[in-house]
């Protein structure tokens, strides 16, 4: 009994050893990178090995200095260069990795055994489907499961290795370390119509007690586009390069506009746009879904597309003549799949903008209403994927994120993710990225002021704070084009806050619109919904109608 147990450790152990044994190399290998799990996720038990993940290896990039030095140029009103965006090729060409690195890196793979990956055009990104044993090994790593609070679990890792000569020529490899769940930053609490008519009935907002033109179109208790263009002054604005732009926005987590609810919607507020509810275009990434017809009860029951609607009808109405269009990407993250299919959990924003990249023509404006804590990815993932926002702009591409619904970071959610759990002000992602333009929300007319809503008391249990985002950066320091504002509006702070936020990063949102109670349309009936995400699309709407189109920075110029 004695040596059959002794028989049975030895196994184990031996086990073990080939778990832990990474792929042989020519150099040792050393971690790479480590990121704590958040506090909302719970370690459980190791993944399973058989389960085929599809691995984003992100190599070193070329000369990517020289990217950003060209987007600088050319989103500058007063450089010779303004405007002179680069093309497709001209991007890859740039950020194509030297040659030494893709031959490391092919080199590596291939003793490894790994074959059947595939490049992206500027061959800096490479993607391959393996099965989660294998990538531990080839990482020197192990995955679990983890467990958030909302119930859901995902395989992921808190550390990875790689051969130490390749620590140089790879930035990046996910799903490993990142926790990112792209969240849409719409608040929950909506109301139908028939509250919002006995709540607050239209308001006098002049200081003189006269009715201005704002306070007549303008009702704080339902928004409607008619306000948007008198409060924006793009009533009766004769769109420059209809034909030319295009406004683009973004879904996620199965998220899809729905076109008979944008038809009523167009049809109340600008019947004079209601072709736009069937001619915007759809596109599927990653096995995005689409869909144009109506919910169906399932559907309907999960508060599907309530997102999706918002976008596009905050959109239309206020820039119906140029021309739609919507990104559907795949996967909802976390989920577990069935063993045989490939994990549809590669991180969001990273399958869509190298999907973006790759395209030939993209619209100049495009809008996202979806982020997470700055925290819950590592270093290295939102550096790298805020470079890809990067590339898009030097294209001629602006990109608005919306800075989040929850103020400062949140309710009991102020914790940093380093092991210390430490008290601080937590930024959001991709909201801090300085390559895109965040935009918050505000309320009211004449004045506007920051949008903030307190919690409502339902059953006991206090829901749906809703206070527009704003933060700085903990990963990206500030940009030169902040120099100007950020210093004194820190320097007036004090020592008010100090030590919770970090007063040299990048500091959001860079503007802010309208974002409480916008008139909307969802599953045939007409309610109100508010957040962020409502002044992001309102914001990209009237920057396609404008045509600035000019990177990542709007200038005030650009507007009337």
């Avoid at 490479?126 to 395989?155: R, W």
């Avoid at 820190?490 to 100090?498: A, C, N, R």
Wanted: hydrophobic fraction near 35%.
């Amino acid at each position: 009994m004695q040596i059959f147990a002794s028989a049975l450790l030895a196994a184990a152990m031996a086990a073990q050893a080939v778990v832990a044994t990474p792929i042989r190399a020519r150099t040792p290998y050393e971690v790479k990178e480590t990121h704590y799990a958040p506090r909302e996720w719970t370690k459980l038990e190791r993944a399973n090995g058989a389960k085929t993940v599809q691995l984003q290896i992100g190599l070193k990039q070329g000369n990517m200095d020289g990217l950003i030095e060209h987007l600088n140029e050319i989103s500058d009103p007063d450089h010779k260069r303004y405007g002179a965006h680069l093309s497709a090729d001209q991007v890859d060409e740039l950020v194509r990795p030297s040659k030494e690195t893709c031959d490391q890196v092919e080199e590596w793979l291939r003793d490894a055994g790994v074959n059947g990956h595939s490049y992206n055009t500027a061959k800096d990104w490479i993607s391959v489907n393996l099965p989660l044993d294998f990538v531990e090994k080839l990482l020197d790593t192990e995955y679990h499961n983890y467990k958030h609070e909302d119930g859901s679990i995902v395989a992921r890792t808190t550390h990875w290795s790689l051969p130490r000569h390749l620590h140089a020529h790879i930035d990046v490899i996910q799903p490993t370390t990142s926790f990112f769940r792209g969240a849409a930053n719409a608040a929950t609490y909506v109301k139908t119509i028939d509250e919002v008519h006995d709540e607050i009935a239209r308001l006098s907002l002049a200081s003189n007690g006269y009715p201005t033109e704002i306070s007549k179109v303008c009702n704080v208790s339902s928004v409607t586009p008619e306000c948007f263009a008198t409060l924006y002054k793009t009533k009766g604005y004769e769109t420059k390069a209809a034909k030319k732009n295009s406004v683009g926005f973004a879904n996620y987590l199965e998220e899809v506009p729905i076109r008979p609810d944008t038809e009523k919607f167009l049809q109340k507020y600008r019947p004079e746009f209601v072709s736009s509810a069937k001619s915007f275009k759809t596109f599927s990434i990653n096995g995005g879904e689409l869909n144009d017809g109506p919910l169906n009860a399932t559907a309907a029951a999960a508060g599907k597309s309530r997102e999706a609607n918002l976008d596009v009808q905050a959109i239309a109405g206020i820039s119906g003549k140029t021309p739609i269009v919507s990104f559907s990407t795949g996967g909802r993250p976390p989920f577990i799949p069935d063993l045989t299919v490939v994990e549809n959990d590669s991180e969001p924003y990273l399958v869509w903008v190298n999907w973006l990249l790759q395209q030939r023509s993209i619209p100049n404006v495009i809008s996202t209403s979806y982020g997470e804590p700055e925290q819950t990815v590592p270093r290295s993932y939102a550096e790298r994927v805020c470079k890809q926002f990067a590339a898009v702009g030097v294209r001629g591409t602006t990109l608005f994120f919306s800075s989040g619904d929850r103020g400062l970071g949140g309710t009991n959610k102020c914790y940093t993710n380093d092991g210390k759990n430490t008290y601080k002000f937590t930024p959001n992602f991709p909201a801090s990225c300085p390559y895109v333009t965040t935009v918050g929300a505000t309320k009211n007319f004449e004045p506007e002021e920051s949008a903030y809503r307190a919690a409502t008391n339902v059953s006991g249990t206090f829901r749906d704070l809703y206070s527009s985002g704003s933060g700085f950066s903990n990963y990206f320091k500030r940009p030169a084009w902040q120099n100007d504002v950020v210093p004194k509006y820190v320097k007036s702070l004090g020592s008010t806050y100090k030590g919770l936020y970090n007063p040299g990063g990048r500091g959001y949102p860079d503007l802010a619109a309208q974002g409480l109670y916008f008139a909307y349309f969802w599953n045939g009936t007409e309610g109100t919904i508010s957040g962020t995400s409502a002044s992001t699309p309102l914001t990209a709407g009237v920057s396609g109608d404008e045509g600035v189109g000019s990177c990542d920075w709007v200038w005030d110029a650009d507007f009337p």
